[in-house]
């Protein structure tokens, strides 16, 4: 098993920015890539970053490309999302998630492991 926890969440205004980070312990030998979901009212969860638990390979969807960056600490089994230009659309509950098989990054039932989210809130 693998326990995610999620942090860094807030209110902010738009154009600021906000760093998430999502530790995992457990089994994390088993893990080969790491994500981002966010999850507005009303709306399906939807990929916004992955990146690749050992490589350099980072994901990006068009939505957040440019604006937010995903990041990695091995020693720390943390996996960072800074965002940038943030915009009133990027409101949602942002979800750290951990794939261990295969399957198609930017997809929700491509992962294993769920944390319990963080709430973002961008509002003036």
């Known amino acids: 098993q693998v326990q995610l926890v999620e942090s860094g969440g807030g209110l902010v205004q738009p154009g600021e920015s906000l760093r998430l980070s999502c530790a995992a312990s457990?089994?994390?030998?088993?893990?080969?890539?790491m994500g981002w979901f966010r999850q507005a009212p009303g709306k399906e969860r939807e990929f916004v970053a992955a990146?690749?638990?050992?490589?350099?390979?980072?994901y990006y969807s068009d939505s957040v490309k440019g604006r937010f960056t995903i990041s990695r600490d091995n020693a720390k089994n943390t996996v960072y999302l800074q965002m940038d230009s943030l915009k009133p659309e990027d409101t949602a509950v942002y979800y750290c998630?951990?794939?261990?098989?295969?399957?198609?990054?930017?997809?929700?039932?491509?992962?294993?492991?769920w944390g319990q989210g963080t709430q973002v809130t961008v509002s003036s």
């Open positions: 990146i690749s638990w050992r490589g350099s390979t980072a």
């Open positions: 998630a951990a794939r261990r098989g295969g399957g198609s990054v930017y997809i929700t039932s491509s992962y294993n492991f």
């Open positions: 457990g089994s994390i030998f088993s893990i080969n890539v």
